[in-house]
């Protein structure tokens, strides 16, 4: 039986009475609504999220300087080496588990959740390993010994975050393929009201270590929410446990599974460490406690802005991974323009507000009138890259929903560490320009990555990437037959 794939003009799903340009605004009206379901939910997960972040950070300066700065250089070591890694190799569930959802391949959804979840268990044995040993690689790199002793007992107590997280991470991402967002919302936002009384109580019977406690118990409390409402929802009535599929492993899905883990691992991991190298670096300017200061307090506005970014890419990564897999390539190529013209607009809004709160963030975290004066400094270039940083975020979001991560990674490894830390150092160091160097250089990185993935998004033949997409979610088999006349197409 063959299978056809519609092209842009043909797609049967499109077709309407109504002409140009009212159908053009229904469905960019229609599309719209679809997304903001899915990223309003995603904003309020990633912004509890990143409260937890802050509230830890605070419980750990209430114990003392020595506390605040080993628990910050712990926790700094355990996303470099862990949770980067992690979120990342997650990451490739996107493509699969959106359009097998689109197709209906239910069974291809169970077992890539569990496929996804065996692996990273795999990998936090290294990483334990890592973090075992982690004295003797700081105190090789030239931390202080005295910060780095306290450090180590801060990670050796967030050990059993990596196997939460290594649950955690699928079944958010098993969830969002499918558009469901809301429970992962509703859990965050409960994980960390309750974050907030169990820190100092932890904190008070074991210090530190309590603080590192504290951090993966609440995570434990989403892990079992989202496990229990991924049973219950499969379990009950119109649920689709009985559709099975999660032990039919195959040595091909694997190889599938593995093929898209290592560029969205790598594309993590590059854009999470180049903001860690631009703190290092950061330490080396001769007022190096101010700079980090400074540096520190913008870049937590940045994490409030980036918390938008992230859902927006998450959403334009699940609907264009649904559309493909439905064989929509029509609706499919619409999603990825909506959420690039959405993103493009929602920079320039972000900037602004970061313009308009330049002057009034710095007094929240320093009483110092030159760091005050840096951040208002800072804050204002900081502003233009965060209006590039939006559609290079949901670019990535874009070419992860086509199966494509290794373009984004290309773009990050070409923007971020050819472009942008060269240019970056030689403008704060040779030059002189000292932070605000940096900054530059990261700004025209950003640059240079987000002209890489327009071009990539513009190239998108999203025919071909529907076509590709029924062989990914198993809907045909990837088998040529000659026709008369020699023609070839796919067959199911």
């Not at 409960?190 to 210090?207: C, D, E, M, Q």
């Not at 079992?224 to 091909?252: M, P, T």
Request: charge should be positive; include cysteine; hydrophobic fraction near 50%.
């Amino acid at each position: 039986m063959s299978q056809t794939t519609p092209s842009l003009e043909n797609n049967p799903v499109e077709k309407t009475s109504q002409k140009w340009p009212l159908n053009f605004i229904h469905t960019t009206l229609s599309e719209l609504k679809t997304q903001r379901g899915i990223t309003l939910p995603l904003m309020a997960m990633n912004v509890t999220w990143f409260a937890k972040l802050a509230i830890t950070t605070a419980f750990q300066g209430r114990l003392g300087d020595l506390q605040l700065a080993s628990g910050t250089l712990a926790f700094t070591f355990a996303n470099v080496t862990g949770f980067s890694v992690l979120n990342g190799l997650s990451g490739a569930m996107e493509p699969i588990c959106g359009q097998a959802y689109g197709a209906k391949n239910f069974k291809l959804l169970h077992k890539t959740l569990l496929m996804a979840t065996l692996l990273l268990l795999l990998t936090t044995l290294p990483i334990s390993l890592l973090w075992l040993n982690v004295d003797t690689i700081l105190i090789h790199f030239g931390q202080q010994r005295e910060i780095v002793i306290v450090a180590k007992k801060y990670l050796l107590y967030l050990i059993p975050d990596l196997v939460i997280t290594s649950f955690l991470c699928p079944l958010k991402a098993y969830l969002s393929s499918q558009s469901i967002t809301v429970p992962n919302m509703i859990s965050s936002c409960l994980a960390v009201a309750f974050h907030v009384p169990i820190n100092p109580l932890l904190s008070r019977a074991k210090g530190l270590e309590g603080v590192s406690m504290a951090v993966w118990i609440t995570d434990l409390m989403v892990m079992i929410f989202l496990a229990s409402y991924v049973v219950i929802a499969e379990n009950g009535k119109g649920g689709r446990w009985k559709e099975g599929g999660w032990w039919d492993q195959g040595v091909h899905d694997w190889i599938t599974l593995l093929k898209l883990c290592v560029p969205c691992c790598l594309t993590t991991c590059l854009e999470w460490w180049c903001f860690e190298i631009l703190v290092l670096l950061t330490g080396r300017f001769v007022n190096a406690k101010q700079a980090v200061g400074v540096l520190a307090i913008v870049l937590n506005f940045d994490y409030l802005v980036y918390s938008v970014m992230l859902s927006l890419a998450t959403c334009a990564s699940v609907r264009v991974s649904n559309e493909l897999g439905a064989n929509r390539a029509g609706l499919a190529y619409r999603s990825a323009y909506v959420s690039l013209a959405v993103s493009i607009a929602l920079g320039f809004i972000g900037g602004s507000v970061m313009v308009a709160a330049r002057g009034l963030w710095g007094p929240l975290f320093s009483h110092d009138k030159g760091i005050i004066r840096g951040v208002k400094d800072m804050m204002l270039l900081m502003a233009v890259v965060e209006v590039v940083n939006f559609p290079v975020t949901v670019c990535g979001g874009i070419v992860r929903g086509t199966a494509r991560p290794w373009l984004a990674m290309s773009a990050s490894l070409g923007g971020f560490y050819l472009l942008a830390l060269p240019l970056g150092i030689v403008l704060a160091f040779k030059v002189r320009l000292g932070l605000g160097g940096l900054l530059a250089g990261f700004l025209v990185g950003m640059v240079g990555c987000l002209v890489l993935l327009l071009v990539f998004v513009a190239r998108i033949d999203w025919v071909e990437e529907a076509r590709k997409a029924q062989i990914l979610a198993g809907n045909v088999e990837e088998k040529t037959v000659e026709e008369d006349g020699g023609d070839k197409e796919v067959v199911s």
